[in-house]
């Protein structure tokens, strides 16, 4: 991103950038997938060449991340100013509804390269995200205890969880020692090893949510026993996370 960043800051006319990363729709620090770079230039008066002009040579650098998903808008087209009343904000968006996420998938890469083929249309692109799934977890005491939730169905959840801790590696279920489960499916893909949620472990944010939980449970309950008695996969976790970034060189 800063690479990014700094090629964008050398445009003609450039005066200002400010950078955001994730998009925050809630709790949490939000979707670390996302960014966005706002630039301000001159005013026109300053300058003898148009915006679009420095939108076209943004778009010509952001051309060479070919594994980024990228557009350029003006101000207007975001939300980030006013435009006139006849202005064109040059934005429209198609809704795709479809049977399954591998049709939608497929159906959606097939219109956005019918689409680019189309003269005068830029940034042809789609929401569809096909990563892995991630969670945002916290108790909030007084809704547990307005719906009912007694504080022995989060240890229930907690000893359940720490039961099925991965202790081997496996590819295909994207299991590692220490990492805690994600989804647990009984269906009959599943019982064919078909597919891989016998339990599937493929989340970013499972294994420290887990954590997390444990450590509001103790805060919002007393029980010190049970923390204590799940204190070996709290500290099998560690040791993964300890591993990993020395394998990365980072410790």
Not at 143 to 151: C, E, F, K, Q, T
Not at 169 to 191: N, V, Y
């Amino acid at each position: 991103m800063n690479e990014i960043e700094q090629r964008l800051a050398k445009l003609p006319g450039v005066q200002q950038r400010f950078t955001t990363i994730g998009k925050k729709t809630g709790r949490g620090q939000g979707d670390v997938t996302r960014a966005s770079v706002y630039l301000r230039i001159k005013d026109l008066g300053e300058r003898s060449y148009s915006q679009f002009d420095v939108m076209k040579r943004a778009r010509s650098i952001l051309k060479d991340y070919p594994d980024l998903r990228t557009a350029v808008n003006d101000v207007s087209a975001i939300g980030g100013g006013r435009s006139s009343e006849n202005s064109d904000t040059r934005n429209f968006n198609l809704l795709l509804k479809g049977p399954g996420i591998a049709k939608l998938a497929e159906c959606s890469e097939t219109l956005k390269q019918r689409l680019s083929q189309i003269p005068g249309l830029l940034d042809v692109d789609s929401t569809l995200s096909l990563r892995k799934p991630e969670l945002q977890v916290a108790i909030d005491r007084d809704r547990a205890s307005d719906l009912g939730i007694p504080v022995e169905t989060i240890a229930t959840t907690l000893r359940v969880l720490a039961a099925r801790q991965a202790e081997v590696r496996d590819d295909f279920h994207e299991q590692e020692p220490g990492k805690i489960l994600h989804e647990l499916r009984f269906g009959e893909l599943t019982a064919r090893g078909e597919r891989p949620h016998s339990p599937y472990y493929g989340s970013a944010d499972a294994t420290p949510l887990f954590l997390i939980l444990l450590d509001e449970y103790q805060r919002w309950s007393g029980d010190d026993e049970l923390v204590r008695a799940l204190e070996p996969h709290r500290r099998r976790r560690a040791i993964r996370r300890r591993r990993g970034r020395a394998a990365a060189g980072l410790c």
